[in-house]
């Protein structure tokens, strides 16, 4: 029993959410079966007599079957211009998609030899720098022994002029001590 209480439920539901929905748009084809019936009654409102007649339904099926030929025809030539139109669509999406694959192809062989060639300047710069660097060393290391030369020689230098001054003080100082011995002993 509870199984059909719920089914009566479940069926009160749909028919619920169906009524509560908006209706939905008409199709192309309930247009058309519309339209015909519109056209039928327009026909049958202004000569009812004719509209009943036997004679007159078969022309009205004439009708019916040569609009809904060229119905036909015209979704067809839509379904075929569509088919078209899509295949055209596909082929020029292909031919564009491989082009643009080709010139993805080259721009990455271009990016990977624009790579390698700034990893080879990246490798001389640093040599470059490295040997600079060790260059600089050597003649920071030359610089800094001129300066102690240079620094030593200036020290010669006072001490050599040093010496000089005293030297030339005793040369005046033994001149005049000959002199004094020379008076001496005359």
């Known amino acids: 029993m509870s199984s059909i209480y719920t089914r009566s439920k479940e069926f009160t539901r749909n028919r619920k959410s169906q009524s509560d929905s908006p209706p939905a748009s008409p199709s192309p084809t309930a247009k058309t079966l519309r339209h015909e019936r519109l056209s039928r009654l327009e026909s049958g409102g202004s000569n009812p007599v004719t509209s009943d007649s036997y004679g007159d339904r078969p022309s009205a099926r004439a009708r019916r079957e040569a609009r809904e030929a060229r119905l036909a025809s015209l979704t067809s030539r839509v379904e075929e211009d569509s088919n078209r139109d899509y295949k055209k669509l596909y082929e020029s999406a292909l031919t564009e998609n491989q082009k643009l694959k080709t010139k993805l192809q080259e721009a990455q062989l271009e990016l990977a030899d624009v790579k390698s060639k700034l990893e080879k300047m990246a490798q001389q710069k640093q040599e470059k720098t490295s040997d600079r660097s060790s260059m600089l060393e050597m003649e920071k290391r ?10 030593e020689m200036e020290e010669e230098m006072k001490v050599l002029t040093e010496l000089k001054s005293d030297n030339q003080r005793l040369k005046d100082e033994n001149g005049a001590l000959i002199r004094v011995i020379s008076k001496l002993s005359k």
């Open 142 to 151: 030359e610089r800094r022994a001129l300066e102690r030369k240079m620094s």
